[in-house]
């Protein structure tokens, strides 16, 4: 069961990783950029947390927590940059 | 039993997780993508950690996984709040069918007495 539904997940979840790669690339303004960029790391996260369970090894769950903080700090940073504005 | 069970809490997980990026690509405006993205995606995480803890089904993992799951539902909501904020501020467009703008009354009128009530 679980053999069947690992790869079918991981390729759903890679999927939505294209997706939101296009939107990346397209994104009109910087702010839809940030949003893209924010939801790749938490794409990364669940991706490295079906990964740890379907092969046992705990340590990436390690991983998937170090990419989730600077996931975090790195959204925070790119909002202060779009409220300041581009430098005069 | 607990297989089907992560099978299910998988296949659930990446499904919302490609109904955000989805979302993400189809909707009209940052703040629509911005709400898709941000709910869907603390949802379908869920799903996967769940998954995640009953497949390894032990305490070490369950606390790793906890501690993911509890940071990514508090930082989600605070990244997107100040997200909003910032592309507000710096007058990224609306989508033209956007009805209720309710900060646009406040912006013109006193700038000083909108950041004294924003700085808390």
Redesign the interface.
Known sequence: ??E???P???A??G???L??V??LVKGP????R???M??LG??V??FI??L???T?V?AA??A??VI??IG?VA??A???Y??R?HPE | MS??L???L??L???V??L???G??RMPD?FT??QV??KA??L??GC??A???L??GDL??LI??G??GA??FL??S??AH??A???Y??E??LWEGTLVDERRATKRGMPGEQSEAEGK
């Open positions: 069961m679980l069947i539904a690992t079918i997940a991981l759903i979840l999927l939505a990783f997706l939101t296009v939107r303004t910087l702010p839809d940030v949003v893209a924010d939801l938490v794409l996260v669940g947390v079906v740890a369970g379907s046992g705990r769950l390690d998937a927590i989730a903080l975090f959204t925070v790119y909002a202060t779009v409220e504005g | 297989e089907i992560t099978a299910i998988w296949l997980g990446s499904v997780a490609l955000a990026a989805l993400l690509l940052v993508r911005m993205s941000t995606s603390t379908g995480l996967l950690l998954g995640a803890v497949q390894l070490a993992s790793h996984a501690s993911i940071f990514i930082t989600t605070v990244s100040v997200i904020r910032a592309s501020r710096a990224v467009p």
